[in-house]
């Protein structure tokens, strides 16, 4: 913080005296016009309180921006306000990595019993096959399925 107020300590000086001044001069013409200051206090203590009123009113205002810009900060990068990371069943994007795409009811239906679905925080992705037969294999989050994908072009492997 003192990093942003050592730099702008002359204008924050400017500013206190600019003001001061004003108040001087205005309450001094009050007096003049009507014969007695404002609440009567005399127009120079106006001055001089109203630079330490900037000096304060500055100092609470730049407190107030680096509290409120750092709870701003907190909630826009809390982990309630970022996207999902789960996917609808219907979103076939995780096919789209690989050229060649072509979805699943494509293929045709599987054989087997269905499996449950994969916990929210699973990854699913196209990676290296495990059994050394075809480049890349999807898991689908709980295990690794029967997708398999050479050269761009997307497969089923039964054996």
């Given at each position: 913080?003192?990093g942003?107020?050592?730099?702008r300590t002359g204008?924050y ?5 600019v003001?001061g001044?004003?108040?001087f ?5 009050y ?10 206090i005399h127009?120079?203590?106006?001055g001089i309180?109203?630079v330490f009123?900037?000096?304060l009113v ?9 509290i409120f810009g750092?709870?701003l900060?907190?909630?826009?990068w809390?982990?309630r ?5 789960e996917q609808?069943a219907?979103?076939?994007?995780q096919y789209?990595?690989v050229?060649?795409?072509?979805p699943v ?5 599987t ?10 925080t699973?990854?699913r992705?196209?990676?290296a096959d495990?059994t050394g ?5 999807y898991?689908?989050g709980?295990?690794?399925?029967e ?5 761009g072009?997307?497969s089923?492997?039964?054996?």
């Amino acid at each position: 913080m003192t990093g942003l107020l050592i730099p702008r300590t002359g204008w924050y000086i400017t500013l206190g005296l600019v003001f001061g001044m004003l108040a001087f001069m205005r309450s001094n013409a009050y007096r003049r016009r009507t014969g007695s200051s404002p609440w009567h206090i005399h127009p120079l203590v106006w001055g001089i309180v109203s630079v330490f009123v900037t000096f304060l009113v500055t100092l609470m205002s730049i407190v107030f921006v680096a509290i409120f810009g750092t709870l701003l900060s907190i909630f826009a990068w809390s982990p309630r306000s970022q996207p999902s990371r789960e996917q609808s069943a219907a979103d076939d994007s995780q096919y789209r990595d690989v050229s060649g795409y072509s979805p699943v009811s494509e293929i045709g239906p599987t054989a087997g019993p269905a499996r449950p679905a994969p916990p929210v925080t699973a990854l699913r992705a196209w990676l290296a096959d495990p059994t050394g037969r075809h480049e890349l294999r999807y898991f689908d989050g709980s295990g690794w399925s029967e997708h398999v994908a050479d050269a761009g072009v997307i497969s089923v492997d039964r054996s």
